[in-house]
């Protein structure tokens, strides 16, 4: 059953349809979830306490899905639907609107509940005009926040009194938690050092982002510059501070990069393997063909958001026939599941490219350079062999500390 | 038709957001008889960006109340297309601009197979609007 606290999950799987029907399941960070219900749902010209009022009810439904377990102790793949008649309204790869974006980027891990209740509020809403419900009426809030009403005001308005508004829930898998002040210019410690390593690394494939040398845990000029270019890029308000919506925006990212580099220097030890076509592999088998299978799905996946992340162990079960049942309906091939010659052809044509993408990243990229990448497209030398390794990681390095999961944070 | 916004773009690839630069970024709009019209064409940078591109809208009290003012659509819709050699292409149908707000396409890109072209593959998204 459900954990006992709720908390914000890093992603949400999203079915891109009514429970019983195929659809694509798209996987997207939480934020970005709200973000886009948010955007979808209603006007961003409304007045800031509606459009507070409507993210909080958003974010409610969504964290009272993923605490009960709705969709998956039913036996379905995802967490919620796209579908309006059975959750709220989320469009793939839609635009967003900035205040509403910067206003999640504050609220995202704020939701409200009953009191006396743990489960965030299953916070039902409407138009309010062409169709009406026992919850929040959208045009109503907008005319409520006219006459004066605050977010809470409102809710309590649709949800009854006893309502009460959680802040700061924990993040599901995110170690740095911000750290509750915004950090500036003149601020130490070791929240700066973590800034100032995660936007050295995000630099690697932003080079307009200036390289903070050395790192040193100390706010200065150079760190200011950094934040400032990191904020123009990603559409913050570019003040050099360090605030909330700042911070995640960065751990996030960071998180990102870090799992495909991860999943890049794994391919390293694929070096010596071949990636030739090995035989029909299907669910049941075990062995290196599998783990290579794994790899390039797993490779994929960071690339198409219709594909689920997967493990790479080298055991194909369930979980990998379904990535490959994924991967074969999105490139047109029969979804049976089974990788013969032309499904595996198909994935290696895909993760080979996939891997030229990476190639404005400065990670070294070792075992695809010699044997999946071919030679003809002239791309290999901007492989360029990385500083990367020799960042400062930090935190102290001690005996017995590895690079693979827990230990040092490069 | 005297409101103003603006629409940004920015094109990447993965959940890393490894920044495209070099993309070819289309914006058309819907002129008066209903054909296309050009509004921008510009390459994105090496941050994958490319410059904020004013659009005309309606007035906010279009959007600000169930009626609206004079019964206009709250909003422009415009067209987006994005294109790299390398990449699926990509074009966005129904992107919403609004007075006084600023729209964010973010574009994720997905790499094509060897020998495939991007102006082959194309996947075109069209995005309703709000149920209001």
């Not at chain 1, 507070?52 to 036996?75: D, K």
């Not at chain 1, 059975?86 to 009191?115: A, T």
């Amino acid at each position: 059953m459900a954990d006992i606290f709720p908390y914000v999950p890093k992603t949400i799987t999203v079915h891109m349809g009514p429970p019983d029907q195929w659809a694509e399941n798209i996987t997207v960070s939480f934020p970005d979830y709200v973000k886009n219900v948010a955007s979808s749902e209603i006007y961003p010209t409304w007045e800031p306490a509606a459009i507070r009022a409507n993210i909080l009810a958003i974010i409610s439904f969504a964290l009272n899905r993923v605490y009960t377990e709705f969709y998956p102790s039913r036996g379905y793949d995802f967490q919620i639907t796209a579908s309006t008649a059975y959750d709220q309204k989320f469009i793939r790869g839609r635009n967003i609107f900035e205040n509403i974006s910067q206003m999640v980027d504050e609220i995202f891990n704020n939701y409200i509940r009953r009191q006396g209740f743990v489960e965030p509020l299953s916070a039902k809403f409407c138009n309010g005009t062409t169709t009406t419900c026992d919850g929040l009426s959208q045009w109503g809030s907008q005319d409520l926040a006219k006459q004066g009403y605050n977010s809470m005001e409102i809710l309590r308005t649709y949800y009854g009194d006893d309502i009460e508004l959680v802040v700061d829930a924990p993040i599901q898998d995110i170690t740095a938690s911000y750290p509750g002040v915004p950090l500036r210019l003149g601020a130490v410690g070791d929240d700066v050092l973590r800034i100032q390593v995660m936007l050295n690394r995000i630099s690697q494939n932003y080079p307009a982002i200036p390289k903070i040398s050395p790192v040193t845990g100390a706010f200065g000029e150079p760190t200011e510059a950094a934040v400032k270019e990191f904020q123009r890029i990603f559409n913050l308000t570019p003040d050099g501070v360090v605030g909330k919506a700042t911070w995640y925006q960065m751990v996030y990212l960071y998180t990102g990069v870090l799992r495909l580099s991860e999943l890049v220097s794994q391919g390293q030890t694929f070096y010596g393997f071949e990636f030739q076509y090995p035989g029909v592999v299907r669910e049941g088998d075990t062995g290196d063909a599998v783990r290579i299978l794994q790899y390039m799905l797993a490779l994929l996946a960071e690339f198409e958001d219709a594909m689920l992340p997967i493990t790479v162990d080298g055991v194909f079960g369930p979980q990998t026939a379904q990535a490959v049942r994924q991967y074969q309906s999105l490139a047109g091939l029969i979804p049976d599941g089974i990788v013969g010659e032309v499904t595996w052809n198909s994935l290696y044509s895909h993760a080979s490219q996939a891997y030229f993408a990476l190639s404005r990243d400065t990670v070294r990229a070792q075992a695809f350079r010699q044997s999946i990448t071919p030679t003809s497209t002239g791309q290999g030398d901007r492989f360029a062999d990385t500083p990367r390794l020799g960042q400062f990681p930090g935190q102290d390095v001690g005996l017995g500390q590895s690079d693979h999961q827990k230990g040092v944070m490069v | 038709m005297s409101g103003l916004g603006t629409l940004r773009v920015r094109v990447f690839t993965s959940n890393a957001q490894i920044p495209v630069e070099g993309a070819t970024v289309v914006i058309t709009g819907t002129g008066e008889n209903g054909k296309q019209n050009l509004i921008s064409v510009q390459i994105t940078d090496r941050s994958g960006l490319v410059q904020p591109v004013a659009i005309r809208t309606p007035v906010s009290g279009e959007s600000t109340s169930p009626d609206g003012m004079n019964g206009g659509l709250p909003f422009t819709l415009v067209s987006v297309w994005v294109e790299h050699p390398g990449f699926a292409m990509l074009q966005m149908d129904g992107v919403q601009v609004f007075p006084k707000i600023e729209t964010v396409q973010d574009v994720e890109l997905v790499p094509l197979g060897e020998g495939e072209s991007s102006l082959q593959q194309r996947e075109v998204r069209e995005f309703p609007s709000q149920n209001l």
